[in-house]
Structure formats: structure tokens, C-alpha cells
């Protein structure tokens, strides 16, 4: 949240409270999970902004333990935002993987249960609420699909003097045409006039 029409003694207030909130979670955080956190906070535009936590000597050994350690081993567990959002995502995709092969081996058991290949007595605990599951939501469509049908029946049996329908003025003069397999007389409205409700 940039902003830029706020003055300089608001925003160091601000950041004066939004550091010592993010202090007291690095802290909680620390305690909770028994790791070391430290955190630098500085203004590259502003002199004597830098701030350390938990204390000055706190993170410079902090921040030379971690120095200390092969390359390797420190980049071995860290992460990147994309990294961790790609990996998600991978996650993500497997688990609806996973979703889509268990639904389409419910849906092959839910076809030999119907067709009597199988027996309820056959299956196991995962089998069960899966076809349990597999047929709620059938009957869940099928329901849907019979309220959709019973509003479309409802509307096809409206009388038909509910059906509105454009009418053209009394005035219009009668004129007949001749079709030439069967002659019908019909009142046809010129094209310029239009159309009543």
C-alpha cells in the first residue's frame, strides 16, 4: 500500500508501529517453533534508519553463524516466493489429479454395483463413501435437473392469454393474399406502423 501524500512524521509513526508488530510476531514465531529469526529494517533515502531485532549483536552473530555454513546447506531448504507458489500449485494440481482418477474408479464401481458384478459386501471403507459420495451428488443433479424441467413445464403450460404478444392497431385496412396452393385471406399491417403491447 504505497501512498504518497502522507508527511514524514506520520509515516515514520507508522512504520514505527508497523515494525514493532512485526517484531512481536518474529518473536511469538521464534518461541512457537524454536528457530532464530533475525530482521534488518532499513531506509536507503534516510541517515540512522537501520534497525535490527532482536539487538545489534544479536544479529550480527546470527548473521555470521549463517555465513559460516557451506553454500550449499544454506541454500539447501531456502525459497524463493515463486518457487513456493509454483510449488503449490504442483500440490494443488496433484491433489485434483488424485480427485479426478478416485472419482473415475468410483464412478467403473458404482457401474458394476449397478450391473450386479459386484456386491456392496465386496468393498472396503474408502469404497463405500466414495459411491455413497458419487451417488448423493447424482441425486443432487438429478433433482436440480427436475426443478429445471418442472420451470420449463410451467412455462409451456401458460395459458394463452398470459403469453404477451405485440398487437397491430385497429386501424390497419384489410388486405388479402393469395398463396398459390391454397388461398388464405390474411390481415397483414403495412411496415410502417408500429407495433401496441
Known amino acids: 500500500m504505497a501512498r504518497k501524500n502522507i508527511n514524514e512524521g506520520k509515516r515514520s509513526v507508522v512504520l514505527q508501529e508497523r515494525m514493532e508488530a512485526l517484531f ?50 544454506r541454500l539447501k531448504k531456502m525459497t524463493t516466493h515463486e518457487q513456493f507458489l509454483r510449488n503449490e500449485i504442483e500440490k494443488n494440481v496433484r491433489k485434483i489429479d488424485q480427485e479426478k482418477t478416485e472419482e473415475k474408479e468410483m464412478e467403473q464401481l458404482f457401474k458394476q454395483l449397478y450391473l450386479g458384478e459386484k456386491t456392496v459386501f465386496e468393498l472396503d471403507k ?39 404478444f405485440r398487437v397491430a392497431p385497429l386501424n390497419v385496412p384489410y388486405v388479402s393474399l393469395q398463396l398459390p396452393i391454397d388461398p388464405i385471406p390474411l390481415r397483414v399491417a403495412p411496415l410502417n406502423v408500429q407495433y401496441q403491447r
Do not use: T
Not at 40 to 49: E, G, I, T
Open 126 to 164: 474408502r469404497q463405500l463413501i466414495g459411491v455413497r459420495n458419487l451417488a448423493m451428488k447424482a441425486k443432487e443433479k438429478a433433482v436440480e435437473r427436475r426443478i429445471r424441467l418442472q420451470l420449463q413445464d410451467q412455462r409451456l403450460r401458460l395459458p394463452i392469454d398470459h403469453i404477451p
Open 24 to 73: 512481536k510476531k518474529a518473536d511469538e514465531l521464534s518461541i512457537l517453533c524454536g528457530v532464530e529469526i533475525g530482521i534488518v529494517v532499513f531506509s536507503p533515502h534516510k541517515k540512522n534508519a537501520e534497525f535490527e531485532w532482536p539487538s545489534r549483536d544479536k544479529f550480527k552473530q546470527l548473521l555470521m553463524r549463517f555465513l559460516d555454513k557451506p553454500l550449499v546447506e
